[in-house]
């Protein structure tokens, strides 16, 4: 069965630098997410993507974010300048449908010291 | 208007025995209802999805009823075993927009 591929698993940054978690969505969709769940919260929807732009935003998802289609099969998410409120396990997913048929990542777990 | 309410936030219950959580949204436009499935260290894997024109929707012992007036959806496992002790979610999303997650349900099956 296809997967969203998502890495590091985890990774751990100094507050204030820069990181970049990377995703390789399923090969034929054309819908690409980023949602995070701090610890013992819900699920919360960043950023969705389609055909090299940002199609949808949350509030959370401020300058300090950027993401990306670098290459046509990687999908980056970065966050500029990191602070503790960033630590969250960060989900990717795709979909072939707006919307629709969700695949997620097994997520990357950032810790922000 | 967005929230999506989900109850209990832990659930016990005894293999073989009805696993039933609930959720309740606010934005009647809402027009697609899934129910995730999350082990430990995995992504949230789609188990089961209805849209507002119908009241029930049953796949294998997974069975999500939807009552449209009282704006509320429920999961129901049926026949629980201990393979399903996993966190669900709720979600809802309004034409292929962003998905609105309720705040998840711990289930233990104990065997």
């Known amino acids: 069965e296809p997967e969203v591929t998502q890495t590091p698993s985890h990774q751990v940054t100094q507050m204030g630098q820069e990181v970049i978690l990377r995703c390789v969505p399923i090969?034929?969709?054309?819908?690409f997410y980023w949602y995070r769940q701090i610890l013992g919260q819900k699920v919360e929807f960043l950023v969705s993507?389609?055909?090299?732009?940002?199609?949808?935003k949350s509030e959370i998802f401020d300058d300090q974010f950027s993401v990306e289609r670098p290459d046509g099969s990687n999908f980056t998410l970065k966050i500029r300048s990191t602070k503790l409120e960033d630590s969250a396990m960060y989900f990717c997913?795709?979909?072939?449908?707006?919307?629709?048929?969700?695949?997620f990542g097994s997520g990357t777990r950032l810790t922000v010291v | 208007q967005q929230q999506v309410k989900q109850s209990p936030q832990s659930l016990i219950v005894q293999k073989g025995g009805i696993s039933i959580i609930n959720c309740a949204y606010e934005n009647t436009a809402f027009d697609y209802f899934p129910w995730y499935q999350q082990f430990p260290g995995k992504g949230p894997a789609l188990l089961i999805a209805i849209r507002p024109d119908v009241s029930e929707k049953k796949e294998g012992r997974f069975t999500i009823s939807f009552n449209k007036s009282a704006k509320q959806f429920s999961l129901h496992i049926m026949d629980s075993q201990p393979g399903d002790s996993a966190t669900y979610f709720c979600?809802?999303?309004?034409?292929?927009?962003?998905?609105?997650f309720g705040g998840g349900t711990r289930l233990m099956v104990k065997p």
């Open positions: 997913a795709s979909s072939p449908d707006r919307g629709y048929g969700y695949t």
């Open positions: 090969s034929n969709h054309l819908y």
């Open positions: 993507f389609y055909n090299n732009e940002i199609s949808e």
């Open positions: 979600a809802a999303s309004l034409a292929g927009n962003m998905l609105t």
